[in-house]
């Protein structure tokens, strides 16, 4: 019996020195170790998912290892970045308009590099020979944001008009070596060279002084830019796009200052043009028609925001909104062709997005399909390989209301207006959006969005 007793007592011991794994919060029982899945090369994302060589868990995700002696001996990117031709690249890049930075993201939206300060209010990104502008809505300026490690990057200041409480910059745009910027306070067009930090021109929108015509994004054909005039709800100028002709931009020089004043009526001598009351070079860009998209398809305003080019037409979202901004109907979508009218452009119809788009706004394109955004939460495909372009079902796009969306390497995004979040979403909808990703943090009032999404080069 005492046998009994020690070998009963003995299984005991020996069955509570047994116990399960316990392991912290922010850890899994893996193969008997306890791992961090969001950390763990060796765990990553779920038990067992090992990461390649050269590779480093970030956020669950196996993703490349800091790249080493990127363009120079010694510089390091961030986890998560790219080396490529001598630069530390993120996958995306997003316009923090509340913060006022530009913040760097993974395809599988985990954060990465430092987040770099710009002026106030981002609201556009593009990029030129390396450089990441951003457009600063607040301050009347551009970012200049060179890709070096994340520690030292260089972000320069390129002031376009002084900072006013009308200042109102809206989207800029890369072109002939120059930048292009919309100037909403002002109704016009400005030409950038970022080289000597000069404003080369400003190109007048409105068909006569004192039209509210608001110009927001535009796209190219060539050389001749589509730009939407967003106008206001109650303002008959805008609700427009129009069409400015840049043949000449490659050759714009600077303003001369000292250059002749104009003789009576504006006249100056032959090849000179009468421009702030002094005969210089003529104007970078001159405006050649205005393309009206206030029409009966749509029952409210139309308020253009965004355009896009592809193939051999522009479209463009069409808001569809009463006086009071809220929805008069289903949003829209303007299909322009560029070589009607005699090369002026001309609207060729009106797609209908169907009842679960209103407030149609950002836009992006690929292989035949164009992509619109709505803020009621979907992102509806638009097939223009066919005659007339057709609306297919929505997709989810993942956020409450998205306003930029982007397509990088085949991946699509969308930013949302009402947080600082991001998602990944399905072109085609087969496959639910991933969870939103908050990248851009609140700003000192409170609040979050992202104002636009850049794809690394």
């Known amino acids: 019996m005492k046998r009994l007793l020690l070998a009963a007592l003995s299984a005991a011991l020996l069955a509570g020195c047994s116990k399960d794994l316990v392991c912290a919060s922010d850890q899994k029982a893996c193969g008997g170790v306890c791992a961090n899945e969001q950390t763990d090369p060796h765990n990553c994302g779920a038990c067992g998912n090992a990461c390649g060589t050269g590779q480093t868990c970030y956020y669950g995700v196996c993703i490349a290892g800091a790249a080493q002696n990127c363009g120079a001996t010694g510089r390091t990117c ?45 609201i556009s990104l593009t990029w030129l020979n390396q450089i990441l502008y951003a457009a600063n809505d607040m301050s009347n300026s551009l970012t200049q944001i060179r890709l070096d490690p994340p520690n030292v990057r260089n972000a320069g200041r390129f002031q376009l008009v002084a900072p006013a409480a009308s200042a109102d910059l809206e989207f800029v745009r890369a072109h002939d070596g120059l930048l292009i910027a919309s100037n909403s306070a002002a109704g016009t067009l400005l030409v950038l060279d970022p080289v000597s930090n000069q404003v080369l021109d400003e190109i007048p929108l409105a068909a006569q002084a004192g039209d509210y015509v608001d110009p927001l994004g535009f796209d190219f054909v060539g050389e001749h830019a589509f730009v939407a005039l967003h106008g206001g709800a109650s303002a008959s100028p805008g609700q427009q796009v129009a069409v400015v002709d840049f043949t000449n931009v490659s050759t714009c020089t600077p303003l001369d200052p ?15 043009t009468c421009i702030d009351g002094l005969c210089q070079r003529p104007p970078c860009g ?41 929805p008069a109907g289903n949003g829209k979508l303007a299909v322009i062709d560029p070589s009607a009218n005699g090369g002026l452009g001309a609207l060729a119809g009106v797609v209908d997005l169907g009842a679960a788009c209103t407030d149609a706004g950002g836009i992006a394109a690929q292989s035949g399909t164009v992509y619109v955004a709505c803020t009621s939460g979907s992102v509806v495909p638009v097939d223009v390989s066919v005659n007339p372009a057709a609306a297919k079902a929505p997709v989810p796009s993942g956020v409450t209301a998205p306003g930029s969306i982007a397509i990088c390497n085949g991946q699509a995004y969308a930013g949302d207006q009402l947080s600082g979040s991001i998602s990944r979403f399905d072109l085609a909808g087969q496959t639910p959006p991933s969870a939103p990703s908050a990248i851009c943090p609140n700003g000192s009032a409170g609040w979050a969005t992202v104002s636009d999404i850049a794809c690394g080069f």
């Open 78 to 122: 961030a986890v998560g970045e790219t080396c490529k031709s001598g630069a530390c690249v993120a996958d995306l890049y997003l316009a923090c308009f509340a913060s006022n930075e530009v913040r760097e993201a993974t395809n599988y939206l985990a954060p990465v590099g430092v987040p770099v300060a710009t002026d106030q209010g981002p």
């Open 258 to 272: 000292s250059a002749p004043a104009c003789g009576t009526g504006g006249a100056c001598a032959s090849g000179k």
């Open 286 to 326: 001159t405006v050649l028609s205005r393309i009206d998209l206030q029409t009966s398809d749509v029952q409210g305003f139309a308020q253009p925001s965004r355009v896009v080019a592809l193939g051999t037409q522009v479209y463009v979202p069409l808001a569809n909104l009463k006086a009071d901004y809220t």
